[in-house]
């Protein structure tokens, strides 16, 4: 069974930085793209940021682009979201996304990612 730990997250003020990390375990997680996306309250889980399997390929929400760069490191079956220049706006719970299957198709879909963790709040106070 797949295991995704997301930690990082916590209180930042508007134009600092944060990084979040997530951990994979139950599998190798480096022939999957995975993700990061966030659910502000009363919102849906909106997409932030998808990464593929080697690191080669990035694709960014509108929203954050030029601000959050996601990586990766499949030594270590770990992923990373960090934030930078963040706004009020950008206060959610970010959850960790492991791809169904190893293509690059469809990455802005919560339908693409079948493995989720637990979550963890970012608030950004002014």
């Known amino acids: 069974q797949v295991q995704l730990v997301e930690s990082g997250g916590g209180w930042v003020q508007v134009g600092g930085s944060l990084r979040l990390s997530c951990a994979a375990s139950?599998?190798?997680?480096?022939?999957?793209?995975m993700a990061w996306f966030c659910q502000a309250p009363g919102k849906e889980r909106e997409f932030v940021a998808a990464?593929?399997?080697?690191?080669?390929?990035?694709l960014y929400a509108d929203s954050v682009k030029g601000r959050f760069t996601i990586s990766r490191d499949n030594a270590k079956n770990t992923v990373s979201l960090q934030m930078n220049s963040v706004k009020p706006e950008d206060t959610a719970v970010y959850y960790c996304?492991?791809?169904?299957?190893?293509?690059?198709?469809?990455?802005?879909?919560?339908?693409?990612?079948?493995?989720w963790g637990q979550g963890t709040q970012v608030t950004v106070s002014s």
């Open positions: 990464i593929n399997w080697n690191g080669g390929i990035t």
């Open positions: 139950g599998r190798i997680i480096s022939d999957y793209p």
């Open positions: 996304a492991l791809d169904r299957d190893s293509s690059w198709d469809g990455q802005r879909r919560r339908e693409a990612y079948n493995y």
